[in-house]
């Protein structure tokens, strides 16, 4: 009595404990009463007699023990999962490090000591009774017999992330059957009157192989080239775009771009966002802790209380919104000048104003490139080749020597009799071609001796007979010979202002020759200013003057001279001295027009392009499409070539050097801004070794995940719909479709991994390091226990702090794209930083908050849960041996972030001397090393 009259107002521990008991009893006797009802709904309910009944009910009491022991089984498993077996396990039977397929045989092996359990004390030595039969059934003897199939269900998560989106088919339940023999007694006679053997199955409840799939998908997209390390480039990214471009704008901008502070901050928070991507949730704890520390190390206080936080902290359909450009901007200390200069630099034009001024400069040794082409391009333009052609027609009028047949003797020409010039011939207007000539008569004499042969007879004696013998005799006759010639000299112009000029970009060459209007005469033309260009006449002059008018007579005279080329001579013109600065003026004039036409698209800016190879890659094609869209209006041949001639020597040498320039700005483009991108790809190469084309892909991906909008769920909903085991999805009205909820919790320690302190797990507090020598370890003042460690190692390297030129000093300004040399054009400037993480959870807990299937007497039921810890010899119930340990989660990566920016000396870099390469404690424990080469 005195129990129910106290009065103190407390409830005595004793009433708690019998409250629990009369709880815990009734609990147990509700779940019988389910137990039975069920085993009695599994049967059919047909007119047959009691042995089939009692086989019926042992058959569904049966199956409902394989549920309920694969629960327990896998309850077990998820509490204390195998991560590493042991070889000489039974389980093991393989000889393969397969640990899926070991953690099936611990299924098997624990569901088959929980059923034997029930077998014995249920099924054996005829306790299964029902209306005078009883029904048995063997232990049995192999685990192995057991055989476990797969259930795989699709996964909606709902809004799909931007990228890296997890899989969507997963293992979610095991369905679990199992040979038994059973048989049958009559228990008034004691005689057996059936035995068989049957299967028995069931669908485990447990959706322990969902969870298990997820959190093992989670740890491999932690580790190299996967999912995480995408995410910690975006947010990186971000943090070097923001404090990059301000830096860059700003002289007072950050001092350091990268440091291990903010590393932390996104390598937090990219554990968080993918967990949100997997699990649709992400842990409560670590959100809260995140978002303190974030507005703690950007607002720079050192302390942050959790109701501050909390009150300012707005949950947004369930999830905690998070804006890395933002975090970024606020970073550098300027909110409003770094958002105002990202903004900025989105819009830089890399025109070809870097192209245009290279190829212009007159402060190389040389001089310009275009000056020199310009000195190359006239002396072909302005010179000639002349020779002398002459055309003889040839009469020759012999004296009459009639009766004289034979030529005995004739004299030399001589001298001519007389010689006049008769004619001249007109001007060709095509070249190769006449440009002045001569018709003269000649007319030469001489004296010719014909002989005419006669035979004459007369006596003689032959062999002293006398005979008529013949001697053969000649009369000769001199007559006059007349040779009358007409002769035309021509001054000719065999050749003109041949050029070949080779165009770098289009790979052709302008090869001309013949091809200037009337080149030998002056003419008034008009460019910037009005001109006389006197053309090739000087040459003509020179020619006329020095070789054909003293030579015409002797031309005449000499009576071999005939056909065309001869006295064949070039002719180098000096050429007007107001050309060369017309030429420029011409290129000046496209120089203009490329600016004003020819910029950048907004398209190309480090958001799409993040990768500055990439960046100067499209460049050059961006600019190359727009100056070849305007090349014939920038060279505008038609204003000095028409009819297929050049209007003037003065016209083709500007011509030329127009074709030639857009041609040459073309290939300089491709040539400076393709360099640059093999420049920096071989510096990333250098930089990354195999991982190299790993961090371009995460840098091009993080770009497209920074202009999503990123969140931490908290634990959302998602719909699981029953798929075939090739992922194919049954159509709602079939059968086999079914669809559920899953909701699921995350809860890892610690709750936020630092980076520059030690977490002690026993203890769950944070230990201050203190470095020994060269090792840091925990603070031995505050007591940490034994399983203390450094959860986050963090390390990041300027690549490029040693290798800046022409920066300002105690700027570390980048690599400049490329170098100022007479070959090269300083086209942009880049810099690089390495990343490299190691982190490691003490604790990972994953709960299925909407499978609350695991029996408890005082509670009803427990979820499924799925944890990753380190625990050593985990023992099998079922023999009490061990099979293998758990680990904890454990990650690692390295990665990289990139900038680029228009040339100038201030270029962006790390400025604090020393911190070029960070070393977190935990890298300096691990024995980090590099060396910037």
């Known amino acids: 009595m005195r129990l129910w009259k106290n009065e103190d107002a407390r409830v005595p521990l004793a009433l708690i404990g019998v409250l629990f008991v009369l709880i815990s009893a009734g609990t147990s006797l509700k779940l019988s009463q389910m137990d039975a009802r069920m085993a009695s709904s599994m049967a059919t309910d047909t007119d047959i007699n009691a042995a089939d009944t009692a086989l019926l009910y042992a058959r569904a009491d049966l199956a409902r023990i394989v549920n309920y022991a694969g629960m327990a089984a896998l309850k077990q498993m998820g509490e204390t999962p195998v991560i590493e077996f042991d070889p000489n396990s039974q389980y093991n039977t393989s000889g393969m490090p397969d640990t899926a397929e070991f953690n099936r045989n611990w299924a098997k092996g624990m569901m088959t000591h929980t059923m034997n ?374 001054l000719k112009a065999k050749e003109n202002s041949k050029t070949s000029i080779p165009l770098n970009y289009a790979g052709t060459t302008i090869s001309t020759d ?162 640059a991108s093999n420049k920096i790809n071989d510096e990333i190469d250098s930089s990354f070794d195999d991982s190299a084309d790993d961090v371009r892909e995460a840098n091009n991906n993080g770009a497209s995940l920074l202009k999503s909008a990123l969140c931490f769920p908290i634990g959302l909903t998602m719909r699981a719909e029953h798929v075939m085991d090739d992922g194919t999805k049954y159509d709602v009205d079939d059968l086999a479709y079914w669809d559920e909820n899953v909701t699921l919790g995350v809860d890892m320690a610690p709750d936020y991994l630092r980076h520059d302190k030690f977490y002690d797990p026993e203890q769950n507090t944070w230990i201050d390091a203190v470095k020994i020598g060269a090792q840091y370890i925990a603070d031995p003042a505050q007591n940490p226990s034994s399983e203390t460690f450094i959860p986050l190692s963090l390390q990041n390297i300027n690549a490029f702090a040693e290798v800046a030129l022409n920066t300002i000093p105690l700027i570390n300004g980048g690599q400049q794209v490329l170098p100022p040399s007479p070959s090269t054009v300083w086209v942009a400037t880049t810099n690089i930083w390495k990343i490299r993480v190691k982190g490691e959870f003490h604790q990972f807990h994953l709960y299925d908050f909407d499978n609350e299937c695991h029996p408890h007497p005082i509670f009803g039921h427990e979820a499924q849960i799925y944890s990753r810890e380190s625990l050593i010899d985990i023992r099998d119930p079922a023999t009490g041996s061990v099979v293998g340990y758990n680990n904890p989660i454990k990650f690692e990566f390295t990665t990289g972030t990139f900038i680029f920016v228009p040339p100038s000396p201030k270029g962006v870099g790390d400025k604090r001397e020393g911190e070029t390469i960070e070393n977190s404690i935990g890298a300096i424990n691990e024995g980090w090393e590099y060396e910037i080469s």
């Open 514 to 675: 013949n091809d200037i209007d009337d080149a030998f005469s002056s003419k008034d033309v008009d460019y910037v200013a009005t001109h006389t260009d006197t053309g090739l006449e000087e040459a003509y002059d020179s020619y006329k003057s020095e070789t054909f008018d003293p030579n015409v007579e002797s031309n005449v005279k000499n009576m071999g001279f005939d056909g065309d080329n001869y006295d064949a001579r070039t002719f180098d013109v000096t050429a007007p001295g107001w050309l060369e600065m017309e030429a420029r003026y011409a290129v000046e004039e496209i120089t203009r027009q490329i600016r004003s036409d020819v910029h950048l698209s907004p398209d190309i800016n480090y958001m799409e392009y993040p990768n500055p190879a990439d960046a100067m890659q499209a460049t050059a094609i961006d600019l190359t499409n727009k100056i070849k869209a305007n090349q014939s209006r920038y060279v505008d041949k038609a204003r000095f070539y028409s009819g297929g001639k050049y209007s003037s020597c003065s016209a083709k040498t500007i011509s030329q050097v127009r074709e030639w320039y857009v041609d040459e700005v073309l290939y300089q483009v491709n040539k400076q801004y393709g360099g």
């Open 117 to 490: 359990q029930y077998i014995e004390s249920n099924y054996m030595y005829d306790r299964y009774q029902y209306r005078g039969y009883a029904v048995n059934v063997e232990p049995i003897t192999n685990w192995n017999r057991t055989d476990i199939i797969p259930i795989y269900m699709a996964l909606d998560r709902g809004p799909e992330p931007p990228l890296l989106a997890p899989n969507e088919t997963y293992q979610t339940y095991w369905k679990a059957t199992v040979p038994l023999t059973i048989s049958i007694v009559d228990l008034a006679s004691g005689d057996t009157i059936d035995e068989q053997d049957i299967i028995v199955g069931n669908l485990i409840l447990a959706r322990y192989p969902l969870l298990e799939s997820l959190t093992t998908e989670y740890e491999t997209r932690l580790n190299g080239a996967e999912a995480v390390m995408t995410e910690t480039t975006a947010f990186a990214m971000g943090y070097t775009w923001a404090r990059g471009y301000l830096q860059y704008y700003k002289p007072k901008g950050p001092k350091n771009i990268v440091d291990n502070e903010h590393l932390s901050l996104i390598v937090n928070g990219a554990l968080l966002l993918d967990q949100g991507f997997v699990f649709n949730s992400a842990d409560p704890a670590s959100i809260i802790e995140y978002g303190m520390q974030t507005k703690r190390t950007l607002e720079g206080k050192k302390e942050l209380d959790m109701a501050e936080f909390l009150s300012s902290a707005e949950l947004v359909n369930g999830s905690y919104q998070v804006d890395p450009n933002a975090d970024a901007a606020m970073s550098t200390g300027d909110f409003f000048n770094a958002t105002k200069v990202m903004d900025a630099a989105l819009h830089i034009d890399y025109n070809a104003t870097p192209i245009t001024d290279f190829l212009n400069n007159d402060s190389l040794p040389d001089g310009s490139a275009v000056r020199s082409q310009i000195q190359d391009i006239i002396p072909p333009v302005y010179s000639t080749t002349l020779a002398t052609g002459i055309d003889r027609q040839v009469t020759t009028i012999p004296g009459d020597h009639d009766g004289y047949e034979s030529s005995h003797s004739i004299d030399s020409w001589g001298e001519p009799d007389s010689m006049s010039q008769v004619g001249t011939v007109s001007r060709d207007a095509y070249v190769p071609g006449n440009l002045y000539g001569e018709i003269w008569e000649a007319t030469w004499t001489r004296e010719h001796v014909w002989r005419h042969y006669y035979w004459v007879e007369y006596g003689c004696i032959k062999n002293g007979v006398p005979s008529i013998c013949q001697r053969l005799e000649h009369n000769d006759k001199t007559t006059i010979d007349t040779r009358e010639d007409r002769v035309t000299v021509t």
